[in-house]
């Protein structure tokens, strides 16, 4: 967190969610009118687990990521896609490299932990391919 820092990561989250909308797979399982509020989310959280910061449980309690996310069909196709633009929009916040390798380690988990459809288990996705 030390190479990314708050601003870092606070850029990072504004370019994911910039691609969000108009993306085919990832766009229709966001909602629409509360944008801002995803983007806020998502930003809370990596502060809470990359930093230590309180705030996302404050608001929200514990973070219970898969069960919030049940709602919606989360397979290996929107885990890769959710994967590529964040590895984009890391890229384009112009991470360090090393902080890079380490949030893609952290967002892949993250993402594979999310899935909830059944089909072949394993990881065969590298974002900086």
């Known amino acids: ?3 990314v ?7 990072m989250v504004k370019l994911f969610y910039a ?3 108009s993306d085919d797979i990832l766009g229709p399982m966001y909602p629409k009118g509360d ?3 995803a983007e806020e989310r998502l930003f809370d959280f990596l502060m809470f687990r990359l930093a230590g910061d309180p705030t996302y449980t404050e608001k929200r309690g514990h973070p219970r990521l898969r069960g919030r996310h049940m709602p919606f ?4 196709r929107e885990r890769d896609r959710w994967v590529e633009l964040m590895a984009a929009s890391m890229r384009e916040a112009e991470i ?3 902080a890079a390798v380490q949030l893609d380690a952290f967002f892949l988990q993250v993402a594979d ?6 089909e072949g288990n394993g990881i ?3 974002p900086r391919a």
Do not use: T
């Open 5 to 11: 820092g708050r601003q870092g990561l606070e850029r």
């Open 35 to 37: 944008m801002q509020g």
């Open 113 to 118: 932990f999310m899935r909830n459809v059944p």
């Open 1 to 3: 967190m030390d190479r």
């Open 73 to 76: 069909k989360i397979g290996a």
């Open 124 to 126: 065969n996705f590298n």
């Open 19 to 21: 691609k969000v909308p």
């Open 96 to 98: 360090p490299e090393d």
